[in-house]
């Protein structure tokens, strides 16, 4: 009796992902998302299609990508800016937790990435999203400093 209670227990922990236990999930829905920015308290969030949902504050519009594989990638452009792609590596170089480039029409483009293999929950995906308005603030306001 003692064996098939362990044998149990050991198939269960090696075909149940330890995420599992701990609360965490692979993957999240889109309207699952959605609501979960929404219940932070930001009011205009929308998926305007399958893995990309737009967040406006204060005039500012982010997008978050829901990858197939679970991963988010935030993203924000700032628009009629030039900026050097040397200072765009200084702000690569000087600062953690999310990247910069120019992209096609040399505008600049902060992202970030939040990584599913470990699972996620609604705090890794709040933090970081919350991670990323900050690093956006500073973003916009370095751009400023050096808009030639």
């Given at each position: 009796?003692?064996?098939?209670?362990?044998?149990?227990?050991?198939?269960?922990?090696?075909?149940v992902?330890v995420?599992?236990?701990?609360?965490?999930?692979?993957?999240?829905s889109?309207?699952e998302?959605?609501?979960?920015?929404k219940?932070?308290?930001?009011?205009?969030?929308?998926?305007?299609?399958?893995?990309?949902?737009k967040?406006?504050?204060?005039?500012?519009?982010?997008?978050?990508f829901?990858n197939?594989?679970?991963?988010?990638?935030?993203?924000?452009?700032?628009?009629?800016?030039?900026?050097?792609?040397?200072?765009?590596?200084?702000w690569?170089?000087?600062?953690?937790?999310?990247?910069a480039?120019?992209?096609?029409?040399?505008?600049?483009?902060?992202?970030?990435?939040?990584?599913?293999n470990?699972?996620?929950?609604?705090?890794?995906v709040?933090e970081?999203?919350?991670?990323?308005?900050?690093s956006?603030?500073?973003f916009?306001k370095?751009?400023?400093?050096?808009?030639n």
């Open positions: 009796m003692k064996i098939r209670i362990v044998t149990t227990l050991l198939v269960v922990f090696v075909l992902p995420y599992v236990f701990a609360g965490l999930t692979s993957k999240y889109d309207f998302l959605v609501q979960i920015i219940d932070e308290g930001y009011s205009s969030v929308k998926k305007i299609r399958d893995g990309v949902i967040i406006k504050i204060n005039g500012q519009t982010f997008v978050l829901n197939e594989d679970g991963d988010l990638q935030a993203y924000y452009a700032i628009g009629n800016a030039k900026i050097s792609y040397e200072d765009i590596n200084t690569n170089r000087t600062k953690r937790c999310s990247r480039y120019l992209d096609s029409d040399k505008d600049p483009v902060l992202e970030s990435d939040l990584l599913a470990g699972g996620l929950s609604k705090k890794h709040t970081f999203f919350r991670v990323f308005r900050i956006a603030k500073s916009k370095f751009i400023a400093e050096h808009d």
